[in-house]
């Protein structure tokens, strides 16, 4: 490789990779992916030699295996992505965006070599999280609101009935009466 597709290559955003399938072994990756897992290229080529689960989360092994042996096993020019963690030399693990093809193939049509690229995505899953709580407090907000007043309209709407029965007609009671009943609405998602 030339030194300045090598250069090109080690300084773009996601680490471009390449696998020998009939070797089943990593034969290529850029610096990026090494760096930000503190490994060498002797060690990722062993765990790509189906030692993967070392370096992958034992919850993301299966679908990952899935990944891999579907990659290796047929011809097709889709590319196929996966989000899985990478476990670094630390033991912290990382979030990585995968991208998957095919790249090479034999005379009859198997796949030979296939590549792509993965990226860090630890801030994306990071923020998706946060937002996911997020949305669970609401939910919980919401909840409590519904409960707040169903509780509140229960002590509320005797009182302004008896009132409104009492012959009690201004103008301000309809509306707050209609303000209830949009209220009630909205809340019970109408």
Do not use: C
Request: hydrophobic share 35%.
């Amino acid at each position: 490789m030339s030194l300045f597709i090598s250069k090109l290559l080690n300084i773009a955003p996601a680490s471009i990779y390449t696998t020998d399938v009939t070797l089943n072994k990593l034969d290529f990756v850029t610096d990026g992916l090494l760096e930000e897992l503190d490994y060498s290229m002797e060690e990722m080529v062993e765990f790509s030699k189906n030692k993967y689960q070392e370096i992958i989360h034992p919850e993301d092994s299966e679908k990952l295996l899935d990944f891999v042996v579907n990659a290796r096993n047929k011809i097709t020019e889709e590319v196929k992505t996966i989000d899985v963690r990478f476990r670094a030399k630390s033991g912290q693990f990382h979030w990585y965006h995968v991208l998957n093809t095919t790249l090479e193939t034999d005379e009859e049509n198997n796949p030979t070599r296939t590549g792509g690229w993965t990226i860090n995505i630890d801030r994306k899953k990071e923020l998706e999280a946060q937002l996911n709580a997020a949305i669970e407090q609401i939910d919980v907000l919401k909840s409590n609101q519904v409960e707040t007043y169903n509780h509140l309209t229960t002590k509320i709407l005797p009182l302004m009935n008896e009132l409104f029965s009492q012959g009690y007609s201004s103008g301000y009671f309809k509306e707050d009466l209609k303000y209830l009943e949009v209220i009630t609405q909205k809340l019970a998602g109408k």
